[in-house]
């Protein structure tokens, strides 16, 4: 079974030339080009760094640390990747670092009200969306680095494995371990909560 | 769930993803389904997984606010601008590390020997780059004497106020303090690991982002702050002292335990045991977009505009979006012909997320709007059409919803909400049965965001509807 985009009628190259074009202006020092970068892949980066480093209330830093390293890190950007895969390598890095210093430092975190739901969301919607989302974050909690990096990627980020394999700097082989054996072990994990999987729709 | 470990099993399990999200080849996908309707097992992990995946996918978090969106932009800006060390090696490819590490152990014997004279040279010359005054008033004292301003500041300096007054000093890199008296605060720790030890007064603090080797921390005889960047005070309220957070985050550290609380901006958090006393409103409040004090204690007519925003913020943070209305309302009725238009503007978009918040969603959207009509800046602009386009939509009006999307689109093309404006846009001409449009705005939002959070309800929008605009 080969895997190709070639079913998906549109243009990759083309879609790509935008942020290509802002990379290119960022490293000439044009900076209303970092800014445009920023507003470009800000949603998510921010989506993938909580999914790789847990419910935090240093989201918001890692992922400014994400952005700041990868526009220092512009000269040594050669285009061999695409600036959001490259992006995302860094995201790994910052989220896996940011992990592993939590693990040996409890936080306590104060519930910031910015981030809670809006006032006029269906109540009962939105505590199941909540529950849903610590259960998940408790389920990726317990795997390991790598197989928690690959499995955001790939499954609930929907990279490409060959993507995946370039953002974790794995060979493909590698990374198809990893997701099947991440996928494993959160189909066993949920399966110990019936609400869970009722709630993703996965029951028999 | 049974796995079995046959190679076609094996395959199909780790191309199911890829499956599910439309990446194969038709070829590859005919032969994916041949195999699963002969194997019951990949059949059941299929049909799971075809459920599971999406619902799995929408538990994802809030998306960042406009607000923090921006504040998170100006604190990138600001990281950039500080002076920081070269590009870290782990962003380096790998062969360009390789060509380095010889370079490095050459070098690494010359810092050695550099090391060891810059330590020798620190005995002779203490840094003089931990700390400077810059203005004092009243009676300060800086080690018993009465200081100089742009006199030196040196670890274990002791800073004190024996009556109401202000000193004002720098302290590391990028760090403003004022200590307002009376009160006793000592300096401790050097350039790179700054302690602050307040006996008794206020602390004000603005910092810029901290760097990796940085640590910046205040501490009263009940707990400790840890800072990164931000704009805080520190105070004594009777026989407790507390922390007030006005942008960014803290971690406070109580003395009677280990635990670290995060302090968030608009939020006050007690050190000692809890006190009736109450917290003085902000002293002073930093400009901003600077990271400096105002010079002028009476508060101008823009520092009184911020000041209005800040604390309707820290209403709407509070909960009390009604309290947030009426201070912006009081604000904008003021005959102020020199509040600046970005306040005005501030002003406006507060107050159409008040109205909103309160429940009043044709009034916000009549409110966001009007920030269109009368010229924002184009990055608030897109947040107030994005804005209406989501009230327009929750009240089922989901042709008003889709052009609120694509003006948001118009107005800042690159804007920080495009992806999200371009698959809203396509969601809500869909739920408004507008065909021909839902279908022109998935092929765009495919063609922009192929690897989009979007792109199977694109995908799906694109099977489920033909081109003469049936569905």
């Known amino acids: ?204 | 769930m049974n796995m079995t470990t046959t190679a076609d099993c094996r395959e199909f399990e780790e191309r199911l993803v890829d499956m599910l999200d439309g990446r194969l080849a038709a070829g590859s996908e005919l032969r994916m389904h041949a195999h699963a309707e002969s194997c019951g097992s990949c059949a059941t992990s299929l049909s799971r997984w075809r459920r599971g995946l999406p619902a799995m996918r929408e538990l994802a978090p809030r998306p960042l606010s406009p607000m923090a969106l921006r504040r998170m932009e100006l604190a990138v800006e600001s990281g950039l601008r500080s002076t920081d060390p070269a590009p870290r090696a782990a962003n380096r490819p790998v062969l360009s590390r390789l060509r380095m590490r010889w370079t490095l152990l050459g070098a690494a014997a010359a810092c050695a020997l550099a090391l060891l004279a810059l330590r020798l040279t620190a005995r002779i010359h203490p840094s003089p780059t931990f700390g400077r005054l810059d203005t004092s008033s009243g009676l300060a004292l800086v080690d018993g004497n009465r200081p100089q301003p742009g006199a030196e500041l040196h670890p274990g300096a002791s800073l004190a106020m024996a009556s109401p007054g202000q000193i004002e000093f720098a302290l590391g890199r990028d760090a403003q303090v004022r200590l307002t008296g009376p009160g006793l605060a000592t300096l401790l720790g050097d350039a790179h690991a700054i302690r602050v030890r307040l006996d008794s007064g206020e602390l004000a603090l603005v910092l810029g982002k901290r760097h990796s080797n940085e640590s910046f921390v205040v501490e009263t005889r009940h707990g400790r702050v840890e800072v990164r960047g931000t704009r805080f005070s520190v105070g004594f309220a009777g026989a407790s002292s507390w922390v007030r957070v006005d942008e960014g985050l803290v971690a406070a550290f109580r003395a009677k335990d280990a635990d670290a609380h995060a302090v968030g901006a608009g939020q006050t958090f007690w050190l000692g045991p809890d006190s009736t006393a109450l917290v003085p409103s902000p002293a002073v409040v930093p400009s901003e977009g600077s990271d400096t004090f105002e010079s002028d204690p009476q508060p101008a007519p823009a520092g009184d505009c911020i000041t209005a925003t800040a604390r309707a913020r820290r209403a709407m943070r509070g909960g009390q979006p009604s309290r947030a209305l009426r201070l912006l309302d009081e604000r904008a009725s003021r005959d102020d012909v020199q509040a600046s238009q970005r306040c005005r503007d501030e002003i406006g978009y507060l107050r159409a997320e008040a109205l909103r918040a309160s429940g009043r969603p044709r009034e916000a959207i009549v409110a966001y709007l009007r920030l269109d009509r009368h010229g924002a800046e184009p990055a608030m602009r897109q947040n107030a059409l994005f804005a209406a386009g989501e009230l327009e939509e929750r009240t089922g009006r989901h042709l008003a919803a889709h052009r609120r999307f694509e003006a948001a689109l118009a107005v800042a093309p690159s804007g920080g909400l495009r992806e999200e404006a371009m698959e809203r846009a396509m969601q809500a001409a869909f739920a408004g049965r507008e065909t021909a449009l839902a279908r022109a705005a998935a092929q765009r939002y495919l063609r922009e965001f192929p690897g989009g959070g979007s792109s199977p309800a694109a995908r799906r929008i694109l099977r489920e509807t033909t081109s003469d605009g049936t569905r």
Do not use: Y
């Open chain 1, 1 to 204: 079974m080969t895997t190709t985009n070639d079913n998906v009628s549109c243009d990759p190259l083309a879609s790509q030339a935008h942020s290509g074009d802002l990379v290119e202006r960022a490293r000439a020092g044009d900076q209303a080009s970092f800014g445009a970068l920023f507003r470009l892949h800000v949603g998510r980066i921010h989506r993938t760094v909580h999914r790789l480093a847990g419910p935090s209330a240093d989201i918001e830093d890692l992922v400014q640390t994400v952005f700041v390293d990868g526009f220092r890190s512009l000269p040594a950007f050669r285009g061999e990747a695409l600036f959001s895969t490259w992006l995302t390598r860094i995201a790994v890095r910052v989220a896996v670092r940011a992990r592993n210093k939590a693990a040996a430092r409890r936080l306590v975190s104060i519930a910031n009200p910015a981030d809670e739901p809006a006032d006029d969301a269906d109540p009962a919607r939105v505590a199941d969306a909540r529950r849903g989302l610590e259960r998940l974050d408790a389920i990726l909690g317990g795997l390991s680095d790598k197989r928690r990096s690959a499995f955001v990627l790939h499954v609930l980020e929907g990279h490409s494995l060959e993507e995946v394999a370039a953002m974790l700097e794995a060979s493909v082989a590698a990374v198809k371990v990893r997701v099947h054996d991440a996928r494993r072990e959160i189909e066993r994990q949920a399966r110990l909560d019936p609400w869970f999987i009722a709630f993703l729709g996965m029951g028999e």
